[in-house]
């Protein structure tokens, strides 16, 4: 019975590369939330998808973030031409359903460094 | 802007003390509100949560109380324990944007043994 699944959990890069994150949710949930955290701030939304659909992207910057939730396979977070701005903790929760709750399933976290 | 936040950012306490920690919210919208405990190197996990209908509620160890008036919330940790230092989070969810919730910027609980 496995929760929300992300990876890679550390993930380095330098200015100008490309980062992709990836989240699995867990077993029979359809609907996945990205969250950036900062450090020492809390999370801010950035997008929810469900299969194949983005349901809300107000979150997410307007230039070099993009993410999807193809049809089979994980949900991805991907970031282009990063830059040092974007060194964060980036969470993935899912929920089988559009939760007015705060009952979301978090992952453990994917923790990016931009050097 | 309407935010989450917190009054004091790091809360040291005596194992088997109770544990207050306030949270201030200015979205009078605002219908749900909940706390998250995150551990270091982990993702938030959901504690207890409450809705705008409601003053209080406990949980097993925990309360959250929850005064509209003054836009304020809290939670009460029962007989700390060293497994519950970590930072805490509240976070609340606007009614007509059911999925997005706005955390607050967190505070940190220490527990002296």
């Known amino acids: 019975n496995a929760g929300v699944m992300q990876n890679p959990r550390h993930l380095v890069r330098r200015r100008g590369q490309e980062a992709r994150l990836r989240c699995s949710p867990m077993?029979?949930?359809?609907?996945v939330y990205w969250y950036r955290q900062l450090p020492e701030e809390g999370l801010k939304f950035m997008v929810y998808l469900q299969k194949e659909n983005i349901i809300d992207e107000s979150g997410m910057p307007k230039e070099r973030f993009s993410a999807e939730f193809p049809k089979e396979g994980p949900s991805i977070l991907r970031i282009q031409q990063v830059v040092r701005g974007d060194s964060a903790a980036y969470f993935c929760?899912?929920?089988?359903?559009?939760?007015?709750?705060?009952?979301?399933?978090f992952g453990e976290g994917s923790r990016l460094t931009v050097l | 802007g309407e935010s989450v936040g917190l009054h004091l950012p790091t809360l040291s306490v005596q194992e088997g003390d109770n544990s207050i920690i306030n949270c201030a919210y200015s979205n009078s919208a605002s219908d749900y509100f909940i706390w998250y405990k995150q551990e270091s190197g982990k993702g938030p996990q959901f504690i207890i949560d409450?809705?705008?209908?409601?003053d209080k509620r406990q949980g097993q160890r925990v309360t959250v109380l929850l005064n509209k008036t003054v836009k304020h919330l809290s939670l009460q940790i029962a007989a700390t324990q060293p497994g519950d230092s970590a930072v805490y989070f509240c976070a609340e969810n606007i009614s007509d944007s059911s999925y997005k919730l706005i955390f607050g910027s967190g505070t940190r609980l220490l527990v002296r043994p």
């Open positions: 077993k029979g949930h359809s609907h």
């Open positions: 409450i809705r705008s209908n409601m």
């Open positions: 929760a899912s929920s089988p359903r559009q939760v007015n709750t705060g009952e979301l399933f």
